[in-house]
Antibody, heavy 119, light 110 residues
Framework: EVQLVESGGGLVKPGGSLRLSCAAS????????MNWVRQAPGKGLEWVSS????????YYADSVKGRFTISRDNAKSSLYLQMNSLRSEDTAVYYC????????????WGQGTLVTVSS | QSVLTQPPSVSAAPGQKVTISCSGS????????VSWYQQLPGTAPKLLIY???KRPSGIPDRFSGSKSGTSATLGITGLQTGDEADYYC???????????FGGGTKLTVL
């Protein structure tokens, strides 16, 4: 069974930094592309970033480009999101999600971790 | 403002059928596969439909997907109270080089 478990969320001040992690199990992590998707309180889904299986290809939403960095460690079956220069509008539940096929659909989701940016 | 346009809400009685539309453009829906997600209250999204009209294992055939040009549709038949949820469409946008979602549709089963 595929399991994706996010961690690292919390309360941070505007301008601060936070690093999210996603521990994957139940599938061959190194063979699959991964993503971060977020959802602001009471709002819809917003794609944040995608990374290919070997980290060769990475995409970011314009709203986070230059501030967030996605990475992965295939040896540890883990996905990361380094978030810098955080803004109040980054407040959201952040989901780790697995692509079924590169740049396609999200076939598995974690339970999410809440990031709150507030002074 | 979402790149893909969905109605904010739809409703129908138990046992009835409902459709949810998702409108986009040539850079997203028309030339890329569409997927649909169900998000029950307080839970993570779940894949319902992929590649426009395919169902993952475990998804009942009451759920169906279709696409024509720049629009896609999710159909749900035999509505149950347990289907009350938010539904999202999503696809790759070749111009934006990113995944785009609809704003979500809240389904109420009266």
């Amino acid at each position: 069974e595929v399991q994706l478990v996010e961690s690292g969320g919390g309360l941070v001040k505007p301008g601060g930094s936070l690093r999210l992690s996603c521990a994957a199990s139940g599938f061959t992590f190194s063979s699959h592309s991964m993503n971060w998707v977020r959802q602001a309180p009471g709002k819809g889904l917003e794609w944040v970033s995608s990374i290919s299986s070997s980290s060769a290809y990475i995409y970011y939403a314009d709203s986070v480009k230059g501030r967030f960095t996605i990475s992965r460690d295939n040896a540890k079956s883990s996905l990361y999101l380094q978030m810098n220069s955080l803004r109040s509008e980054d407040t959201a539940v952040y989901y780790c999600a697995k692509f079924g096929v590169w740049l396609s659909w999200f076939d598995s989701w974690g339970q999410g971790t809440l990031v709150t940016v507030s002074s | 403002q979402s790149v893909l346009t969905q109605p904010p809400s739809v409703s129908a009685a138990p046992g009835q059928k409902v459709t949810i539309s998702c409108s986009g453009s040539s850079s997203n829906i028309e030339n890329n596969y569409v997927s649909w997600y169900q998000q029950l209250p307080g839970t993570a999204p779940k894949l319902l439909i992929y590649d426009d009209n395919k169902r993952p294992s475990g998804i009942p055939d009451r759920f169906s997907g279709s696409k024509s040009g720049t629009s896609a549709t999710l159909g749900i038949t035999g509505l149950q109270t347990g289907d009350e949820a938010d539904y999202y469409c999503g696809t790759w946008d070749s111009s934006l080089s990113g995944v785009v979602f609809g704003g979500g549709t809240k389904l109420t089963v009266l």
